[in-house]
């Protein structure tokens, strides 16, 4: 016999709980606002956001993993931010260019930036109650300068250029700005319908009449060609292994990304 110091153990412990029956499919989980960045994580590797940063490098590390066959990326999301969101639908792509089958699961939500990082998926499956769709763009901001007179409150900027202080939280838009800010409104906008046609194999005047910011159960995304399929969970398995070549009645193990911390790798 060999003794093995104890947190050695634990950690040979954790890497043989991997070696479960059948072949592995990575469960990337996305739930929350979309946000970029890095979130953290907390103390056990925890988050209520979609942190972008984070959830590319979840993506990636379950792309570069050979034991994982597929993909399920879940998720329950209202959106948020569209730079955020592009990074996470580059991480998908990347890992379908790499072999990997990736399937969406949704939730209870998945619209706007949560419909964005979906629309590569090889597979798209929604409950029939899902919100989803959301095919638009929502920007703008709140100019507190003339509310803060309003209670004695005096304010000062100072800004080099004529669009220096175009975020300012005091000003309101002027003019000039505003029809920038609603040019780069549109611009985003046709990306996001142009990803959905290519990702969804629609042509784009189809999406075009099904996007407009509009909200669509799941049961009607899937009656328009938005999600492929009306399921939970256990319908997303069934897609994974059929992208597979998994036989239907075998069993798989499921890794979970981001990975948890555990309590020793927290300490």
Avoid: C
Wanted: aromatic share 6%; glycine share 14%.
């Amino acid at each position: 016999a060999q003794n093995v110091p104890g947190l050695q153990y634990v950690r040979v412990k954790l890497a043989a709980s991997r070696l479960g029956k059948g072949p592995h499919v990575a469960l990337v989980g996305a739930s929350g606002d979309i946000v970029e960045g890095s979130a953290g994580g907390g103390l056990f590797g925890g988050s209520s956001v979609i942190a972008s940063d984070d959830m590319a490098r979840a993506i990636r590390d379950a792309t570069n993993d050979k034991d994982i066959k597929a993909i399920i990326l879940r998720v329950d999301s209202p959106g948020g931010s569209v730079t955020a969101s592009d990074q996470i639908l580059d991480a998908v792509k990347k890992a379908q260019a790499a072999g990997k089958p990736v399937v969406v699961s949704m939730g209870g939500v998945a619209a706007s930036g949560g419909y964005y990082i979906a629309t590569s998926a090889d597979k798209i499956v929604a409950e029939p109650g899902t919100i989803t769709g959301s095919i638009g763009v929502l920007t703008g901001k709140v100019a507190i300068g003339k509310s803060l007179g309003m209670i004695g409150v005096g304010t000062d900027e100072v800004g080099v250029g004529k669009n220096a202080l175009m975020n300012s939280e005091i000003m309101p838009y002027t003019p000039d700005q505003l029809t920038s800010l609603n040019a780069q409104a549109d611009a985003i906008y046709a990306d996001f319908k142009q990803k959905g046609a290519t990702g969804r194999k629609l042509p784009l005047a189809k999406v075009q009449e099904i996007a407009r910011g509009r909200v669509w159960t799941g049961a009607d995304a899937n009656a328009r060609g938005l999600v492929d399929q009306l399921g939970g969970f256990w319908t997303a398995v069934d897609q994974v292994k059929k992208l597979s070549g998994i036989p239907a009645d075998q069993r798989v193990t499921f890794e979970r990304y981001p990975r948890h911390k555990s309590f020793f790798d927290a300490i």
